[in-house]
């Protein structure tokens, strides 16, 4: 008997759905030298960087506590008719990934190498935090 479904993403536990859509390095869309975007970048995948940007973006703004409501609209349009859902993510804490979600098609995915990117928007190596950087701790 099979009553999972995995097209009905839940919201309501520790977290999202496992990770099996869209995994992106975003190490992989910038620059070696620069460390910003490419200019020779193809438009689709530079749509891409900047969908996955906003979501790091987004989260790393409102760390520590999250809000994983973003203001990053779903790329997608399944049948031609784009997508309305709001991309969900948070940072998984234990992974160090963010994990992203949108409620309403389904899509999600997972982003990596997102730490020294120009898009961590939390300390690291581009901002300057007022507090120290939360060390790990159990
Ligand atoms: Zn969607």
Not at 21 to 28: F, I, P, Y
Not at 51 to 77: E, K, M, Q, Y
Request: with cysteine; charged share 25%; glycine share 8%.
């Amino acid at each position: 008997m099979r009553d999972r479904s995995t097209d009905s993403p839940s919201f309501q536990g520790d977290h999202i759905v496992k990770p099996t859509g869209w995994v992106v390095d975003m190490r992989h869309y910038l620059d070696e030298e620069t460390d910003d975007l490419p200019d020779r970048l193809p438009t689709p995948v530079l749509n891409l960087a900047l969908f996955f940007g906003s979501i790091v973006a987004w989260v790393t703004d409102h760390l520590p506590h999250g809000d994983w409501h973003t203001n990053v609209p779903c790329r997608r349009s399944p049948g031609r008719r784009r997508c309305l859902g709001d991309v969900m993510a948070e940072l998984d804490r234990t992974s160090g990934q963010i994990v992203w979600q949108c409620p309403v098609c389904g899509d999600h995915g997972l982003i990596h190498g997102w730490e020294h990117t120009l898009w961590n928007r939390h300390g690291g190596a581009r901002a300057v935090p007022s507090e120290p950087p939360p060390a790990t701790r159990h």
